[in-house]
């Protein structure tokens, strides 16, 4: 029962009261399920009774009014069934769609590296299948627990008053098999385990499959891909087979030994009854309530056994809701858009990336980072966005370390425009909304006619209203970066981080976006990446970056003129510049 109760505290995110109202309501469905039972066998008494007692007559009138209770217990029974429904679906359904939403919002929250460190099938499986078994157990298993263990106490109950022998004789086979109930949790802990991570297993092999389709079609890889893909699902069936099977042989060895209370009912009741210490009515009333004591009891330890697996699922989402945030302290205005690095260090897993790098970047500067592929340019302006923390030194934004600053006070500061551009599957107008959700339209659409995205837009058979597809595979690479810069325009923040924004586009496109962004970076404190050189020539610092250390700094013409790394690289450049197929 306490792993039950830990279950429902993380379904319900820490708040198990709101699941109070399904269980009552269930608990008097099945207290009106019973009393026709006992209305039925109150029935038969009379009827029994000038049996026994010869020259008795029979009690019409009782009988009548047995015959009233049994139809108002029938309409009420309806009544309480409909509450019960809709407490257990409408109550149960919106506690998992709240939390549903509070893990995507505890998720935006984490640091970057939570990510980097898992699959995708991992962390798609939160939302999904995790809290899909949670919604499961919280609509129907709880509930019917509840109500399946409250029946046969309320019968039980009734049954001391007509004989404590034979109540006595029907209760101890209970405690009996709670052993086997036990044990049943067990094998569904142990085996459910492994059955989940092989479920996480093969998503994330599903997902990687399905993102990486194109490269298979291209390269024929269409066999090996799909051999690890049906390996993972191979495993997932034999899991689920040993999932399913495993628990069987103790449930049903509970099923014996509670069953065997109705032999012991049969038997010992009839000692008593030719020895005269029990009648004929309450022996028939043991006899036919015997069943509906046992029969709830199994479905409740079935559903104990579920709920254990369920549980597997709410304590991946307690785990996660454990997962430190980003946020420490909340200041709420940054008063100044200057950025400084602190002997900042950094590193994937355990790899250093970012060696002990101080710099200043004064506001409303342009500074550029060059370098050879992996040496930290990306990392840095992730550092500023606070998408990873550093491991030694400080980030400081406006005099503050990033990291007294709330999330969303960090990231109204920041105009991000990354190099592969994401586009959700929504509209245009929506996408670019992204930058400022509470945009007027004349606002969207100067911000893109400022971004060169407002011609082809309009070309459009719905303009703005074009849905993008998902990631935007309607539009092309230059069309979606222009949006991306769209929106980073609309939202006007004090610092733009530009991550080789016209790195991979044709030299029509090129124009086009970086027309764009220098409407963009006006009056900003810019922090832009490029491999192509040539566009950064007027930045006010260029900072060679090699091996997580800054080599260079300063402006384009002094590196010329000293001659070091920037100058290698910038004559190599030129020299490319001739090169013809």
């Known amino acids: 029962m306490m792993n039950v109760s830990a279950a429902l505290s993380s379904a319900t995110m820490g708040n198990p009261k709101r699941l109070r109202p399904m269980i009552w309501w269930t608990i008097v469905e099945y207290f009106f399920r019973g009393s026709p039972y006992g209305i039925t066998l109150f029935i038969v008494w009379e009827l029994f009774k000038p049996l026994q007692n010869p020259g008795t007559s029979l009690d019409v009138q009782k009988i009548t009014m047995a015959c009233i209770s049994m139809f108002v217990s029938l309409i009420l029974l309806y009544f309480a069934s409909k509450k019960a429904y809709f407490a257990s679906y409408k109550a149960g359904y919106e506690i998992c769609a709240d939390g549903r939403k509070e893990v995507t919002r505890h998720l935006k929250r984490l640091p970057m590296g939570f990510y980097n460190s898992r699959d995708p099938g991992d962390i798609g499986a939160y939302v999904v299948s995790d809290y899909a078994n949670i919604e499961q157990m919280v609509t129907h298993m709880v509930p019917q627990f509840f109500g399946a263990l409250a029946m046969p106490l309320v019968l039980l109950t009734g049954l001391f008053f007509f004989n404590w022998q034979l109540a006595l004789a029907a209760t101890l086979v209970i405690p009996l098999s709670w052993p086997m109930l036990l044990l049943t949790n067990y094998v569904v802990r142990k085996f459910g385990g492994r059955h989940q991570k092989v479920k996480v297993e093969s998503a994330s092999r599903m997902i990687e499959y399905i993102q990486g389709i194109r490269l298979i079609k291209a390269f024929n890889l269409g066999g090996s891909k799909f051999e690890r893909l049906e390996r993972a699902f191979r495993k997932l069936k034999k899991e689920s087979i040993r999932l399913e099977a495993a628990p069987g042989p103790t449930i049903v060895f509970a099923s014996v030994i509670l069953n065997g209370g109705i032999i012991l009912i049969i038997l010992l009741g009839f000692s008593m009854l030719l020895s005269a210490d029990v009648s004929l009515p309450v022996y028939i009333l043991f006899l036919v ?290 090169w013809k197929f």
């Not at 930058?435 to 070309?459: M, P, V, Y």
Request: glycine share 6%; with cysteine.
């Open 289 to 578: 309530l015997g069943v509906h004591i046992y029969q709830p009891l199994l479905h409740a330890m079935t559903f104990m056994a579920e709920m254990n697996y369920m549980k597997l699922g709410a304590d991946r989402i307690e785990k996660l809701r454990k997962t430190p945030l980003l946020e420490t302290n909340m200041e709420k205005e940054v008063h100044c858009a200057d950025i400084e690095f602190r002997n900042v260090h950094f590193s994937y897993k355990d790899a250093e990336v970012i060696n002990g790098i101080s710099l200043k970047i004064p506001e409303q500067s342009l500074t550029a980072l060059v370098g050879p592929s992996g040496s930290g340019k990306t990392t840095l302006t992730r550092l500023i966005a606070r998408f990873w923390d550093v491991d030694e030194g400080e980030v400081l934004i406006g005099g503050k370390n990033i990291k007294n600053y709330s999330s969303d006070t960090l990231m109204s500061q920041l105009s991000i425009v990354f190099q592969d551009v994401y586009l959700f599957n929504d509209t245009i107008y929506n996408n670019i909304r992204i930058g400022k959700e509470d945009a007027r339209e004349e606002e969207i659409i100067a911000a893109a006619k400022t971004a060169q995205c407002h011609s082809f837009i309009d070309a459009l058979p719905e303009k703005y209203n074009t849905m993008v597809g998902e990631g935007g595979s309607t539009l092309s690479g230059g069309e979606k970066q222009r949006i991306s810069i769209a929106r980073a325009i609309l939202k006007n923040a004090p610092i733009v981080l530009l991550d080789e924004a016209t790195a991979s586009l044709d030299p029509e496109n090129e124009l086009y976006i970086q027309k764009a962004i220098d409407d963009l970076v006006k009056n900003k404190t810019v922090i832009i990446i490029a491999h192509r050189l040539h566009t950064i020539q007027k930045a006010d610092k260029i900072l060679v970056i090699d091996k997580g250390q800054i080599a260079e700094e300063g402006t384009h013409e002094h590196l010329l003129a000293s001659k070091g790394l920037y100058k290698s690289l910038w004559d190599e450049q030129q020299r490319l510049k001739g």
